[in-house]
């Protein structure tokens, strides 16, 4: 079993700061690919942020250059410091992490539980 416990989520004012983390435990041969997802409530699951186990990232538009997502690779573990955070950043923010569990098993998506963060005076 793989388990993503995300943490760092919370209430914050306008034009504050809060970083999110999230660990991926258990049965891991290999972490590639790390990101950020957030759902509103009747809305589909949108990315915020991705980052490959090489460094690479990608930003949605609507977070580009207030957010930066990075990783600590020997702990398994991504990050996403959220910046200038607005009223419409309030929802709720998934962990992903695409791993091998084996040397020679297949690679697959894993969600955190989830995290609120809500933005508000």
């Known amino acids: 079993q793989v388990q993503l416990v995300e943490s760092g989520g919370g209430l914050v004012q306008p034009g504050g700061s809060l970083r999110l983390s999230c660990a991926a435990s258990g049965s891991i041969f290999s972490v590639y690919t790390m990101g950020w997802y957030r759902q509103a409530p009747g809305k589909q699951r949108e990315l915020v942020a991705t980052i490959t186990s090489d460094g690479s990232t990608n930003y949605a538009g609507s977070v580009k250059g207030r957010f930066t997502i990075s990783r600590d690779n020997a702990k398994n573990t991504v990050y996403l410091q959220m910046n200038s955070l607005k009223p419409e950043d309030t929802v709720v923010y998934y962990c992903?992490?695409?791993?091998?569990?084996?040397?020679?098993?297949?690679?697959?998506?894993?969600w955190g539980q989830g995290t609120q963060v809500t933005v508000d005076s």
């Open positions: 992903n992490a695409d791993v091998r569990r084996t040397v020679l098993g297949s690679t697959r998506a894993y």
